[in-house]
């Protein structure tokens, strides 16, 4: 019980060390944290690809796709019938394509409610077909999909995808050795059908209630095990780049993604991971460089939690998905691609066709830093929980200074009341002919505990007001955690709310409420937390506890984190540990303000921006520096926009983990600073 009564029990050499050096402690282990990660891209820290799944069997069997010459003729009549229909799709068309085949035909209609403003309305219409399984039970399947792209759409088309998706459903019609069901799926509305579809097969919504109505589907396959998603942008591509990042940053199993890769490098189809090929420099620095941009082009996808393909929508679901995206040549010349790639994904299928249960013997997380090279969980977590733990010995520094404080406050009270007893008893000594008049040593010892009694009482009125006993105080400190987070709710209901009020009552467009109304609301919760934290300076103590549970719940959210997504918890990670370890640290007021300005840039909204301006500035390096502000004003905007959308339609957690947990600890952490 010492440990739990006394402020000074268990005060060993160790602890006091700690406690007297912690500030570089913490600065070495996040050094350690960066250095170690950027480690990771060298050959001798990451490990090379290889099939845990001996049942997939890549390329084991001779590739016998030949409809080739399908493709071109489905690829001219998508093109006049797209010219018919410039923003729709060809339902009808498609219907009849995979009809003449034999294959089962079926359209799926779904409904978007717009989740912002006054309630707008879209409706979508998806067209699949089924290849039942000749040698199975319908118990298990796999979806072959692409999204359709009208001429009128601002993306790259999607036509040469589907004329291929055609000809393999009319090659695949032709072989009996399937034990799964085959779905080719053709989505309208790009990731909007996706969702709707996959949510109406497994009859689960995702996002808010009331948002996606996914409606249901007039026929179902199997239980889906895998899922490739085809986006070709022409019949002669230059290279195919294989996308793994899905929703929320959940990724593929690592089986599939190897598979992909060894089919097109058998098939001499350029592969590429991020757009970048394998390069094999002599020089290891120019290796370790090449290898780290790959590496942190993952992390910087991963990290927005959002999916750039139709492939992650599919993960949530427990089905392994990965999009194929060629890129159109760009010399002239060359024949069209639609041989090799049939053959790839013929490959893909076959092999899927071979598994006997679920993917689950590889891994399903890990980053990439080339085509062929990989880092696992166990070699990277170790970086963030460096990281971590340097917050953690912070607040635990934080802790025994306080503690020491108390300690001494202690000891200098007892050593005042002994300093009395003596001075009254050589007070006592001196009076002579008094020595053996114990009425008179009775009446200075009443006087002097009566005294006593009145400045302990004065004391602990005075510490009362301040809330310096140890109830009070731990009462202002979770009164202020539980209202931060009460305030973080508030965040992420915000858009709605205001979108609702400002669009039917001033008529503002519904981006522009959404980040006017964001930035007010943080500009109030800013000022707000202001004012606070002059109040709760009165009493040092609530500022120190309030920093002690911020460095703990700033820990713990960072591992929460990064068990989902580690892209995400690293880069916030990275940029939020040495400030957070500066505040409350430093006594001069200027370095006290620099903090307070550090720990602004890394308010949500700030770091939107930054990343914004970063995106910005690399796409359109020839800007000049108004005009980047320009884009990174409007980029900004939209970028907030869609990822509320997104948490409403699709269920990402990306605003929700900004604004219900990490703007909370922010507040916190400002007001301690």
Same mark, same amino acid.
């Given at each position: 019980?010492?440990?739990?009564t006394?402020?000074?029990?268990g005060?060993g ?6 406690e007297a ?6 600065i070495v282990l996040?050094?350690?944290? /960066?250095v !170690? ?11 090379a690809?290889?099939?845990s799944e001996?049942?997939?069997?890549p ?8 409809e ?5 003729k ?5 093109k006049?019938e ?13 219907l +009849?394509k ?7 035909? !079926?359209?799926h209609?779904?409904?978007?409610e ?9 409706r ?12 199975g ?6 979806v072959?999909s692409t ?8 993306h790259?088309?999607t ?10 459903a ?15 799926l053709?989505t309208?509305h790009?990731?909007?059908g996706?969702q709707?579809?996959v949510?109406a097969?497994?009859q689960?919504?995702?996002g ?8 249901d ?6 239980? =889906?095990?895998?899922?490739v998603?085809?986006?070709l942008r022409?019949?002669?591509i230059?290279h195919?780049d294989?996308? /793994?990042e899905?929703?929320?940053g959940?990724l593929?199993?690592?089986d599939l993604?190897?598979?992909v890769?060894?089919l ?13 090929? $394998?390069?094999n420099? +002599?020089d ?17 996808t991963q990290?927005?939690?959002?999916? $750039? ?8 679901f427990g089905?392994?998905a ?12 060359g024949?069209?691609?639609?041989y090799?790639?049939?053959r790839?994904?013929e ?7 071979n598994?006997l249960?679920?993917?689950?013997q590889?891994?399903f997380f890990?980053?990439l830093s ?5 880092i696992?969980?166990g070699a990277?977590?170790?970086s963030?929980?460096?990281m971590c733990?340097?917050?953690l ?8 200074r ?5 300690s001494?406050q202690?000891? $200098?009270?007892?050593s ?9 008893t050589?007070?006592?000594d001196?009076?002579?002919g008094?020595?053996?008049?114990d009425k ?7 006087d002097?505990t009566?005294i006593?009694?009145?400045?302990e009482?004065?004391i ?7 809330g310096l006993h140890? @109830?009070p /105080? ?7 955690v539980l209202a931060a987070?009460?305030? @973080?709710?508030m965040a992420v209901n915000?858009?709605v709310?205001v ?16 980040w ?8 109030l919760l800013?000022?707000?937390a202001?004012?606070?934290a002059?109040?709760v300076? =009165?009493n040092?103590?609530v500022? =120190?506890?309030?920093?002690?549970a911020?460095?703990?719940e ?9 068990m989902? $997504?580690?892209s995400l918890?690293?880069v916030c990670?990275m940029l939020c540990?040495?400030?957070a370890?500066?505040?409350g640290?430093?006594?001069?007021w ?7 300005i550090?720990?602004?840039? /890394?308010?949500p ?5 930054l990343?914004?301006?970063?995106a910005?500035?690399?796409n359109?390096?020839?800007?000049s520096l108004?005009?980047?502000l320009?884009?990174t ?7 907030l926009?869609?990822?509320?959308v997104d948490s409403?339609?699709y ?8 604004a219900g947990t990490?703007l909370p600890?922010w507040l ?6």
């Amino acid at each position: 019980m010492g440990l739990l009564t006394d402020p000074g029990a268990g005060r060993g050499k160790l602890t006091m060390m700690l406690e007297a050096h912690h500030g570089r402690l913490c600065i070495v282990l996040y050094l350690c944290g /960066v250095v !170690y990660f950027a480690l990771l891209a060298h050959e001798h820290f990451s490990a090379a690809t290889y099939f845990s799944e001996n049942a997939l069997l890549p390329g084991l069997v001779e590739s016998e796709y030949d409809e080739d010459h399908s493709a071109k003729k489905f690829l001219v009549e998508l093109k006049d019938e797209g010219s018919r229909y410039p923003d729709s799709m060809p339902y009808s068309w498609l219907l +009849a394509k995979f009809g003449q085949m034999g294959l089962e035909t !079926y359209t799926h209609n779904f409904t978007l409610e717009y989740p912002l403003g006054p309630g707008s309305q879209y409706r979508g219409k998806n067209v699949y077909a089924i290849l039942r399984a000749p040698r199975g039970a319908s118990t298990e399947a796999v979806v072959l999909s692409t999204p359709y792209r009208p001429p009128s759409s601002a993306h790259p088309t999607t036509h040469p995808g589907i004329a291929l998706l055609l000809s393999l459903a009319k090659f695949f019609r032709r072989q009996k050795y399937w034990a799964k069901d085959l779905i080719f799926l053709v989505t309208e509305h790009e990731q909007l059908g996706t969702q709707a579809w996959v949510e109406a097969y497994h009859q689960a919504s995702s996002g808010h209630p009331g948002v996606l109505k996914h409606g249901d589907l007039p026929a179902r396959a199997g239980a =889906i095990q895998a899922a490739v998603n085809l986006e070709l942008r022409s019949d002669r591509i230059s290279h195919i780049d294989v996308k /793994v990042e899905g929703l929320n940053g959940q990724l593929p199993n690592l089986d599939l993604v190897n598979l992909v890769h060894r089919l097109c490098a058998m098939e001499s189809v350029r592969h590429t991971f991020k757009n970048r090929d $394998n390069a094999n420099y +002599a020089d290891p620095w120019r290796q370790w460089s090449y290898s780290f941009r790959t590496m942190m082009s993952m992390v910087f996808t991963q990290a927005t939690g959002m999916t $750039n393909g139709n492939h992650g929508l599919f993960h949530r679901f427990g089905i392994e998905a990965v999009t194929l995206e060629g890129f159109e040549r760009r010399t002239a010349g060359g024949p069209p691609m639609f041989y090799q790639m049939g053959r790839v994904v013929e490959g893909i299928c076959r092999s899927l066709n071979n598994l006997l249960e679920r993917f689950h013997q590889s891994f399903f997380f890990y980053l990439l830093s080339a085509t062929d090279r990989y880092i696992s969980i166990g070699a990277y977590m170790p970086s963030l929980g460096l990281m971590c733990g340097a917050l953690l010995i912070r607040a635990f520094s934080l802790w025994l200074r306080m503690s020491s404080e108390e300690s001494a406050q202690a000891s $200098n009270h007892e050593s005042n009341e002994s300093k009395d007893e003596d001075e009254l008893t050589k007070e006592v000594d001196q009076k002579e002919g008094n020595i053996n008049d114990d009425k008179f040593v009775d009446e200075k010892i009443e006087d002097t505990t009566e005294i006593s009694e009145k400045e302990e009482s004065t004391i602990s009125d005075v510490k009362e007001k301040l809330g310096l006993h140890g @109830g009070p /105080v731990l009462v202002v400190v979770g009164g202020l955690v539980l209202a931060a987070h009460v305030l @973080g709710v508030m965040a992420v209901n915000l858009p709605v709310f205001v979108t609702r009020f400002a669009v039917t009552t001033w008529n503002i467009p519904t981006v522009d409420c959404v980040w006017i109304g964001s930035i007010v609301f943080s500009v109030l919760l800013v000022g707000a937390a202001t004012i606070i934290a002059r109040m709760v300076a =009165i009493n040092p103590d609530v500022p =120190i506890l309030l920093n002690i549970a911020a460095l703990l719940e700033l820990a713990t959210l960072l591992l929460a984190v990064a068990m989902h $997504n580690f892209s995400l918890a690293l880069v916030c990670g990275m940029l939020c540990t040495p400030i957070a370890l500066g505040i409350g640290t430093f006594k001069r007021w200027w370095l006290r303000g620099a903090v307070r300005i550090l720990w602004l840039l /890394v308010h949500p909204l700030s770091l939107l921006s930054l990343a914004v301006l970063l995106a910005a500035r690399t796409n359109f390096p020839e800007e000049s520096l108004m005009g980047l502000l320009s884009r990174t004003n409007l980029a900004a905007r939209q970028a907030l926009l869609l990822t509320v959308v997104d948490s409403l339609v699709y269920g990402s957690w990306a605003f929700n983990v900004a604004a219900g947990t990490f703007l909370p600890t922010w507040l916190l952490l400002w007001v301690a600073s």
